[in-house]
């Protein structure tokens, strides 16, 4: 995608620690589906980008790049997402990045929703590109995973 080292390097920070606030939650949210958890516990879980970005924010060890991947990791380019609800323009490469790779880790390992096949988690993210994630990063992401693994 022709990213520099650095850049490469603040996404890798920001992916292993983009879930970082659900530490801090209040709720319990292991094998609970998303859908049915109430209004209450939905929108505690929707507060750990918050609550990741708020306790790193003042850290000078991990750049803002990263720090904002952990704050909008969830946000979608269609304005769906949460916490904030921004546009994929507003989005850097490195949050559409993550959004991508975590929106397929949660369909194959069944995080807060029923898992699926790999085949069928790469069919959902490819269905949602240019609406919900970003067309390059889909077309790249399809091209580098298998969708049949051994």
């Known amino acids: 995608m022709g990213l520099s080292k650095e850049e490469v390097h603040d996404i890798g920070v920001g992916s292993l620690l983009h879930d970082i606030g659900l530490r801090y939650l209040t709720i319990q949210y292991s094998d609970h589906n998303l859908e049915n958890m109430s209004t209450v516990e939905r929108a505690e ?8 970005y708020t306790a790193l924010k003042n ?24 916490p904030m609800h921004i546009t994929g323009d507003r989005m850097r490469i490195g949050t559409k990045i993550v959004a991508v790779c975590d929106a397929f880790d949660r369909k194959v390992y069944g995080n807060l929703s029923m898992p699926m096949k790999v085949h069928e988690a790469i069919e959902y993210i490819v269905a949602q590109a240019g609406t919900k994630f970003d067309m390059t990063v889909v077309k790249i992401f399809n091209e580098s995973i298998a969708a049949y693994p051994n």
């Open 45 to 52: 879980y929707k507060k750990h980008p918050v609550y990741g």
């Open 59 to 82: 850290e000078s060890w991990i750049s803002e790049r990263a720090k904002n991947i952990i704050l909008y990791h969830h946000e979608r380019m269609d304005g769906s997402g949460y």
